[in-house]
């Protein structure tokens, strides 16, 4: 008999590599992941984990199932919280993970109408880029992603959309890129720029997921930036330019704070757009927690694309 609780274990230890760490993972102790992982190997009648004084790995059956676990602990979320609708939606869960910028600028809205409209629905978040949080998705370690692609740039959407092969695509937003160079540069006052006209410009560039795609891009206009500053950090992003160390290119969800004064903000000619999507299991839209969430991150999204950070219509 294979209990759900052996099977969360199981998948923790094969992640992390370890009883310790996966008992952190777990918020339990050590000995009890040990003894878990002890009873169901037994009660499969082969060996799941290989114990070394360095790791702890599975062996071709404990693979099998991990594989196995995912769809399993997805269709038993799914199930409860079906049965938390009949109750009349007083209790439930949904579970998101967000990149950054969709974090900083959907999700706090939509989580406060959620909890308004639904006290007993809990509702948590955690920050994981794609394709990490696709991964999680997968994994039944969540229940919405949100995620993007960027269908202009030749060849993106189509590995993106092998990455989402299967799940399901909800659309949220359209996220214009936008160019940041400082205050006094000589195209500060153009209001719109070609990328090209960057060529000898050194660059601040941003997460590595955003970084391969604006490389691309620049390599479609003709040139090979000069990336002289790296960071995941959309605020210090902000900051080297403004201190006029180099010029970017940014979703405009990255600057939905008010950014500095001391940069001025170009539109991108010809336009380049950044798709943000909620992914889901294609079993999960269904289920009434995870319905709502979803219908709330469309709210959100949609008040969004009526303002941009220029203060215009979207």
């Given at each position: ?56 790995r ?124 400082p ?25 590595h ?36 160390l180099?010029v ?14 001391a ?52």
């Amino acid at each position: 008999m294979i209990e759900t609780r052996h099977l969360r274990t199981l998948r923790a230890v094969a992640q992390t590599g370890s009883f310790a760490a996966a008992a952190r993972q777990l918020s339990c102790t050590q000995p009890a992941v040990s003894q878990q992982m002890k009873s169901l190997e037994l009660a499969m009648g082969t060996p799941l984990l290989i114990r070394t004084s360095r790791a702890v790995r599975v062996t071709e059956a404990g693979a099998a199932l991990v594989r196995h676990s995912a769809g399993v602990l997805a269709g038993l979320h799914a199930a409860e919280e079906e049965m938390a609708a009949f109750a009349g939606l007083r209790t439930g869960r949904v579970r998101l993970t967000s990149f950054l910028s969709g974090t900083s600028a959907l999700i706090p809205s939509a989580i406060a109408a959620m909890r308004a409209a639904h006290p007993g629905i809990e509702v948590s978040l955690v920050e994981a880029p794609p394709p990490r949080s696709i991964d999680l998705l997968r994994n039944a370690d969540c229940d919405i992603s949100l995620a993007f692609r960027y269908p202009e740039i030749p060849g993106a959407g189509a590995k993106t959309q092998a990455e989402w092969q299967g799940l399901a695509v909800r659309p949220l937003l359209a996220d214009s890129l936008v160019v940041l160079v400082p205050e006094g540069h000589r195209l500060a006052e153009s209001g719109q720029v070609e990328l090209a006209e960057l060529a000898d410009e050194p660059w601040v560039m941003g997460c590595h997921r955003c970084r391969r795609h604006l490389v691309q891009l620049c390599e479609h206009a003709g040139f090979e930036p000069r990336a002289e500053y790296r960071t995941d950090d959309y605020p210090t992003v902000i900051g080297l330019v403004a201190a006029g160390l180099g010029v970017a290119v940014l979703p405009e969800l990255a600057l939905s704070g008010a950014p500095s004064t001391a940069i001025r903000l170009l539109r991108l000619q010809p336009t380049v757009h950044r798709e943000v999507v909620a992914l889901s299991v294609q079993t999960f839209p269904s289920v009434p927690a995870v319905g709502l969430m979803l219908s709330e991150l469309e709210r959100s999204a949609a008040r969004l694309r009526g303002t941009t950070v220029h203060g215009g219509p979207g």
